[in-house]
């Protein structure tokens, strides 16, 4: 088995992240959700998730997209949602802030984003 790039696991989080979607949206079928934001801090995969021709190297990486564009389309159309992706640069990303750790004093600092979400 070959061993997995960073752009290959943090496609694999997106991926992740559309099965998670799939349940929240069936468990919260009777609150109308028109517009969902995907935050993706890489943007080799921002990239590959918003173009229609990716040319990428592996066929894994392929077939994840694939998945992925399938789910979005079948996402709209069921559920009537838009799903858009937006950048996020590591600074602002809470899942980076959560796997370095994160004192209190620094989620204090840092409470606006957590509240809010990145700008």
Sequence with gaps: MKAK??????????????KALSML???????KIESIVIYVDAQV???????DNVKAKSLYTRNRIRD???MKENFTKKFGVD?????????ENLADLLS???SLEKFK??????TYGPT
Excluded: C, Q
């Excluded at 790039?5 to 559309?18: K, S």
């Excluded at 799903?83 to 600074?91: L, P, Q």
């Excluded at 600092?109 to 957590?114: A, P, R, Y």
């Design 45 to 51: 995969v921002l990239s590959w998730l918003l173009s």
């Design 5 to 18: 790039t960073l752009p290959m696991m943090e496609l694999l989080a997106v991926y992740i992240a559309f």
């Design 25 to 31: 949206l069936r468990t919260y079928s009777n609150i």
């Design 109 to 114: 600092e840092k409470l606006d984003l957590w």
């Design 100 to 102: 370095r750790g994160v």
């Design 83 to 91: 799903i858009h992706y937006k950048y996020v640069r590591s600074a």
């Design 68 to 70: 992925i564009h399938d």
